[in-house]
Nanobody
Framework: QVQLVESGGGLVQPGGSPRLSCTVS????????MGWFRQAAGKEREFVAS?????????YYADSVKGRFAISRDNAKNTASLQMNSLKPEDTAVYYC???????????????WGQGTRVTVSS
């Protein structure tokens, strides 16, 4: 059984730079394309970033986070990370990690999901 566990969320001041981590167990981590999604209160879940399997050479970002967020992976640690910089109040959301067999911005293309970690950007 594949399990994803996110960590690193919390209350962050505007302009802050938290780092989210997602640890995967029960599967072959290097074979998964990894994605981060977020869901703000009252809104639908939206794509944030993704990285391809194996080397993670290919990365993709939503326009709203491009240049501020960076996705990465460490296959030796079975971990995907999302470095978030210059946070804004509109980045407040529950952030979800996902694993799948296709690089995609569509949540439906991901097979496994974490439980989510809340990030609140507020002074």
């Amino acid at each position: 059984q594949v399990q994803l566990v996110e960590s690193g969320g919390g209350l962050v001041q505007p302009g802050g730079s938290p780092r989210l981590s997602c640890t995967v167990s029960g599967g072959t981590f290097s074979s998964y394309n990894m994605g981060w999604f977020r869901q703000a209160a009252g809104k639908e879940r939206e794509f944030v970033a993704s990285t391809s399997s194996r080397s993670g050479r290919s990365t993709y970002y939503a326009d709203s986070v491009k240049g501020r967020f960076a996705i990465s992976r460490d296959n030796a640690k079975n971990t995907a990370s999302l470095q978030m910089n210059s946070l804004k109040p509109e980045d407040t959301a529950v952030y979800y990690c996902a694993a799948g067999f296709f690089v995609s911005q569509a949540s439906s293309r991901y097979n496994y999901w974490g439980q989510g970690t809340r990030v609140t950007v507020s002074s």
